[in-house]
């Protein structure tokens, strides 16, 4: 696999290095001023968890969010949470954070030993352009629009340009036609504009042509302009280097839970304490949101047979994009396979095939998934990293300045954001559990990132960590979740 470049000093191509990102002076100096806010002398811990292995080590729950290329910065931002100690019982996530929760839940003997160095190795010995793996096309529309972070406002400005130039050759032609009576000597200039509007007409209907056998093609390929078999060959094979070949593998890598014990006493002590993984995908045929390992059984009786890198390749099927990913042939005539249907969706006519894009579409932050009702004291937080790419521009509440692409956009968002905001809305503490990265300078789907971008988006999640570690008061934490469960309650003994 070819490494990516950056330039040193001496203006010598040298090979991206993992000292790179964690050398880099902004995130040493966020870990000196951890370490000196915290520096391990009683009372001056750092405390975010009362659940502990044998190392220290404290434990929470994570959950990542997606957003294309920017999962760079999720790895700084996991990095820093490793190296002040913290570990992960629980890990989920959507899209770019599917991966990195997978690169997470795999490397390594146990949940004991930090794993964002190792995800460092694989960015960069990876060539993120190779991801882009349609035809010559494809790669010409995304290095010259998709790339820029205003890829939308080019498209449009291409559109301007071509009607522009057909009306100015319309016109054109009109004056022309009208003056050659006057003077008769612009009988040649006319035919000559007529000639050109003819075959900037040829060319427009060329355009058409080419765009309509495009479109074709995209419907052929699951309308996506790349298949994706590179991340999926990719992801493949990094599984199976950490020794995951079947969900049975991923399972047993997932749950492996060390012996834990608590900082302070609790009814429900660490028995139950178990360790395991989501990828959020979105499954179109009958559009439901599905959570991978959980749900295999919903497509084949024995799940080994179902391919674990398949849930991190339908994850992050960014719609037009990547191709859909497909599970065919599912026994749904099985009684086995129906039942888990009926149990899990309500549903009795189970699919015979199954169509997946990225789960970002139904829920891109899913840390409703780790909300124990039962539990009324937390043992361990919920942590959450968001990637924030809004911009000023994009975030006013003025509807009537809103152009065409921030209508679409919000209209979008609205749909895509709303699961996730309606559990924050009725469970408010969740909020203080998540940092989030600002990265508004930065297209998510821009493939052909620097190594600057690559470093310095590692440096805003170092960055993003520290201060929300910082802040975070896990004892707060621990009474306002309290006080939201008796709430609860309380609105249920209303009803």
Known sequence: MRSLLIINQNNM????????????????????????????????????????????????????????????????????????????????????GAINTALM????????????REILKDICALNFFDLVDGNAA???????????????????????IIFGLLAFFVVTDIVFLGLQHTYPILSIATKLCFIITGFYLLLLAALAFYISTLVKRLKESGFGINPGDFFYDWI????????????????KKASATPDLHLRIPHPHGTRDLKGDVTFITSELV?????????????????????QPAGFIRASMSIPIFFESYYIN??????????????????????????????????SNFPISIFYNKDVVTPRLPSFGINLDDSTPESKTNDAAQWSLFSY????????????????????????????????????WLNFFLT??????MFVLGAQAAAGFLEKFKWEDFKADRKVMHEQLEAKETAK
Request: hydrophobic share 35%.
């Open 408 to 443: 679409i956009g919000r209209m979008f968002n609205t749909i895509r954001f709303y699961y996730d905001k309606d559990f924050f809305i009725k469970n408010q503490v969740f909020k203080k559990g998540v940092g989030t990265i600002p990265l508004a300078k930065y297209n």
């Open 451 to 456: 190594d600057k971008d690559k470093i310095d």
């Open 236 to 251: 493949k094979k990094r599984l199976c280097e950490n020794h995951v070949v079947t969900v049975a593998d991923l399972n």
């Open 105 to 116: 839940t795999v490397i390594g003997d146990d949940k004991t030993v930090p794993k964002s």
């Open 138 to 160: 494809a790669k010409w529309l995304i290095r010259t629009f998709i790339t820029h972070k205003n890829f939308s406002r080019q498209a449009k400005n291409l559109v301007s």
């Open 286 to 306: 009958s559009q439901n949101k599905i959570e991978f390992p959980k749900m295999c059984n919903l497509f084949r009786t024995d799940i080994n047979l179902l």
């Open 329 to 362: 042939d599912i026994p749904c005539e099985d009684d086995q396979i129906k039942k888990a249907w009926c149990d899990t969706f309500g549903e009795d006519n189970p699919p015979s095939k199954a169509r997946f894009v990225d789960g970002g579409i139904l």
């Open 13 to 96: 191509p040298k090979n991206l290095e993992i000292t790179d990102f964690t050398n880099h002076p902004a995130v040493k100096k966020c870990m000196d001023d951890l370490k000196k806010q915290f520096p391990g002398t009683p009372g001056k811990e750092l405390i975010v968890s009362d659940v502990l292995d044998g190392h220290g080590n404290q434990y929470v729950n994570l959950v990542q969010k997606g957003g294309g290329v920017l999962g760079i910065a999720l790895v700084g931002y996991t990095y820093i949470l490793e190296e002040m100690g913290i570990r992960f019982l629980r890990l989920a996530g959507t899209s770019a």
